[in-house]
Antibody, heavy 116, light 108 residues
Framework: EMQLVESGGGLVQPGGSLRLSCAAS????????FTWARQAPGKELEWVAN????????NYADSVRGRFTISRDNAQNSLYLQMDSLRAEDTAVYYC?????????WGQGTLVTVSS | AIQLTQSPSSLSASVGDRVTITCRAS??????LAWYQQKPGKPLNLLMY???TLKSGVPSRFSGSGSGTDFTLTISSLQPEDFATYYC??????????FGPGTKVDIK
């Protein structure tokens, strides 16, 4: 069974950076879109970014465009999210998922807290 | 942005009950809707996509219907393993998507 495991979350000061990783195992990784989403405290899950299997398409939510970069390494079955210029409003649990519309596999999330 | 509302926000039911959860979109989304189940400490689990297509391996007691702005998820005969929180998600606004606030189903 497919398993997605996020890592790299933590406490960071406003203006700082973090790099999230998502390791996939159990099923093919390289032929699929992958997605990052987040859930801030008390709010619904929201889409952050996605990336096509061949890296030819990357999409970002307006709230993160220019600050976050999604990437992947198909040889390592891994997805990444480089987060720069972090703001308090980026505080959330970040999830990776396989797919671009409906998501057929999700990770359990990693918590990012942006605070001084 | 497309907003989703779910009703009820919670419900109590017994094993064997028929349960219906409603999801309403703030604008028409055709059939671009998915349903997920989540149990405490576990990842979201896709149940249904395109409003009524059951994901392979999901029990047939789950069914979905609707199009446009109004959708329903029905559990025909609630089983002990179905006590969980259920979320709808729209993906008509690709590449973005949005989720509803969830409906918690617990034991009466």
């Amino acid at each position: 069974e497919m398993q997605l495991v996020e890592s790299g979350g933590g406490l960071v000061q406003p203006g700082g950076s973090l790099r999230l990783s998502c390791a996939a195992s159990g099923v093919p990784f390289s032929g699929y879109f992958f997605t990052w989403a987040r859930q801030a405290p008390g709010k619904e899950l929201e889409w952050v970014a996605n990336i096509k299997h061949d890296l030819s398409e990357r999409n970002y939510a307006d709230s993160v465009r220019g600050r976050f970069t999604i990437s992947r390494d198909n040889a390592q079955n891994s997805l990444y999210l480089q987060m720069d210029s972090l703001r308090a409003e980026d505080t959330a649990v970040y999830y990776c998922g396989r797919g671009r519309g409906w998501i057929d596999h999700w990770g359990q999330g990693t918590l990012v807290t942006v605070s001084s | 942005a497309i907003q989703l509302t779910q009703s009820p926000s919670s419900l109590s039911a017994s094993v064997g009950d028929r349960v219906t959860i409603t999801c309403r979109a703030s604008q028409a989304i055709s059939n671009a809707l998915a349903w997920y189940q989540q149990k405490p400490g576990k990842p979201l689990n896709l149940l249904m996509y395109d409003a009524s297509t059951l994901k392979s391996g999901v029990p047939s007691r789950f069914s979905g219907s609707g199009s446009g702005t109004d959708f329903t998820l029905t559990i025909s005969s609630l089983q002990p393993e179905d006590f969980a929180t259920y979320y709808c998600q729209q993906f008509n606004s690709y590449p973005s998507f949005s989720f509803g606030p969830g409906t918690k189903v617990d034991i009466k």
